[in-house]
């Protein structure tokens, strides 16, 4: 019993040590401007543009709903997908 006490305090201070280390969002501004940034810079397919752009516009929905590191998110994948 004692150890089990022991290992639900462990799993609380680490969850709550990771929060406090997490990187905050970037504001969708600045990453939206990163995208686009890279988008008319990449090189990449007609494909994987058409797919930056649909992850872009999910990422702007994310936004307008004050979700910004949903967008990050979102905004990240279009990225990986320009090469950047």
Same mark, same amino acid.
């Given at each position: $019993?004692?150890?089990? *006490?022991?290992?639900?305090?462990?799993?609380? #201070?680490?969850?709550?040590?990771?929060?406090?280390?997490?990187? =905050?969002?970037?504001?969708?501004?600045?990453?939206?401007? !990163?995208? +686009?940034?890279? #988008?008319?810079?990449?090189?990449?397919?007609?494909?994987? %543009?058409? %797919?930056?752009?649909?992850?872009?516009?999910?990422?702007?929905?994310?936004? *307008? @709903? =004050? !979700?910004?590191?949903?967008?990050?998110?979102?905004? @990240?994948?279009? $990225? %990986?997908?320009?090469? +950047?």
């Amino acid at each position: $019993m004692r150890s089990l *006490k022991l290992v639900a305090a462990l799993v609380l #201070v680490s969850g709550l040590a990771s929060r406090a280390f997490a990187a =905050d969002p970037v504001p969708c501004e600045q990453a939206l401007n !990163d995208l +686009k940034a890279a #988008v008319a810079s990449s090189t990449s397919s007609d494909a994987d %543009k058409a %797919k930056a752009a649909d992850l872009e516009s999910q990422g702007i929905e994310r936004c *307008k @709903a =004050d !979700d910004d590191a949903g967008a990050d998110a979102l905004f @990240a994948d279009a $990225m %990986k997908l320009l090469g +950047k």
